[in-house]
């Protein structure tokens, strides 16, 4: 496993559709492993392939809501992933990026979605998440379209050290 360079904006490639990734081998498994550490070294609790220069539709996490202090992080790899159910709920919140970093924007994303993906394997998956993880799983699949959070803020700005705690990408 390696830590990777996170691309930053305004890069090209944060701008593009990511390609589907067709073949599940060992290459697949070590960008996986990688962008783990990665999103670790950041820190943050979640990674599109694309912010580490891969054109691929693959997409890492580790989060849990769970506030006790021994609560360990779900893992969740997503490749291929589609968000095939929104709820009509929509929340608005602070968002951050380890591709735009210093900023912090406020994004409406949907309370609630169902992902189709693929798990590392190449087994199918259908993951429901809401309230942060949902968040997550948003933010990290418009990378995969070429879509920063910046696109879709009402307000950009410099966060203070109290907002960037509110930040949980």
Known sequence: MAVREIVKYPAPLLRLKAKPVQV??????????DMFETMRDAPGVGLAAPQIGESLRVVVVEYTDDERE???PKKYVLVNPEIVRESE???TDLEGCLS???LAGEVERFEAVTVQAKNRFGKPIKLKASGWLARIFQHEIDHLNGVLYIDRATRVF???PEEMEQIKD
């Open 24 to 33: 599940f081998d060992k290459t697949l498994q070590t960008l996986i492993d």
């Open 70 to 72: 021994d609560a360990r």
């Open 89 to 91: 709920e929509t929340v």
């Open 100 to 102: 735009v970093p210093g």
């Open 158 to 160: 410099q966060p203070t």
